[in-house]
């Protein structure tokens, strides 16, 4: 994946309590514009040799030569919101990956966007794109008190769009969907981002209320949760095509760990899917995918596989390594 060096250009608060920041990244050589970008794109940000972010760009796509993303603190995390508030600062270097689109906005006469939390950034970049448009949409808020981005929402030009739902209203989507939820439109498609639950809880939801799974659009931050599998998440073999070495892959081990432990290089980072790093050509066989990074039409093509976490649906896989 093709990357580019970036400048902080300004860190601003995103929410009243600081938990939020902005982060407003320019091109490191502002003779090498950085790649435009969709709404709903998202980028990886390298924080260090092994870790790797992703987060949505929240900027209008006309916006050229910027990058906008939110990044929330999380201690609890897995150590990049931390990193990112703690480490970076105005005027620092980031590498950050060309952006990319998992969560496009498809044609449709009318759209519903539902933002959990920090769900909010994929969602205002399409927010942004829609009125631009003159399209027909709305925006559905869940907040908390230091929910980011509360403010840029209630100055934007669609602000009467937005509805906001505050949890200390006792306004959760736990409560009930947004009316307009509640009768399935075949005219619309509905965007959701946010926390896995509530993802699940709108998706669930919405379905009952007779939405069509494919008006259904979902950006994730973290894996989906996943039912066991008793055929895939049992043993397979892998064949290292460059040497012709085959090595066993019991359940509850990755590719990754057994090919590490075997010698061979292999590259990492999140371990869960999400960034791509790890994506490894398969020359044969047929992967169980379960990563979040490739499109539909790149997992029907077989061809490569994020061997941090996916798994085989065929007794071998050889890999082009
Ligand atoms: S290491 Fe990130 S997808 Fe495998």
Redesign the pocket.
Known sequence: MSTHDTVVHAITLASAAGTSRLYELRAADPATPLPAFEPGAHIDVYLGPTLIRQYSLLNSPDEYGRYLICVRRDDTGRGGSTAMHRDITVGGRLRVSTPRNLFPLLPAQRYVLVAGGIGITPLLSMAEELARRGADFTLHHYTTADAPLRERLRASPFNDRVHPHDSADGDSIRTGLPAELCTADPAALVYVCGPDGFMRHVTEAATAAGWHPGQLHLERFTPAAREPDPVTDGAFRVRVASTGDSYPVPAETTIAEVLTANGVDVE???????????LTPVLAGEPDHR?E?QTDEERAANNQI?I??SRSRSPELVLGI
């Open positions: 990492l980072s999140c371990e869960q899917g999400m960034c791509g790093a790890c990563d990074v994020t941090c976490c």
